[in-house]
């Protein structure tokens, strides 16, 4: 079958996606909001923990007080860890990489615009 209908040329329709400097800022700031987002659940859990122990001495409450705030941890860490590269769309984090500073898939930096590919 050709491309050809009444006489006009029917050419499929492509969508290219150009990162822009633009994109790539935008999409740095949601890895920055998303990263201090864990840290700072990470820091109220840790704290409601120790409160809990210290303020109330049976197990008991103390766990009904700190497995929400473990909760609100792990997904803030679910969140973070399905942050996607601004380049190549996969995911910018292995599962130990809460501190790496390149894509696990194609090597760009963080904060970075351009950057080598693996």
Known sequence: ???????????????????????????????KR???????????????????????????PVILIAVPFFVVGWIAQAGFYSFRCPRCGGRFTSVLGLFSRRCA??????????GPRA
């Open 1 to 31: 079958m050709l491309p050809f209908t009444a006489g006009h040329f029917s050419a499929p329709i492509v969508s290219v996606k150009i990162a822009t400097m633009d994109t790539y800022e935008a999409k740095w700031k949601e890895y």
């Open 34 to 60: 998303r990263k201090n987002r864990y840290w700072a659940s990470v820091l109220v859990a840790m704290t409601a923990l120790w409160l809990s122990v210290s303020l109330i001495h049976k197990p008991g």
């Open 105 to 114: 898939s194609c090597g760009l930096e963080v904060y970075s615009a351009v």
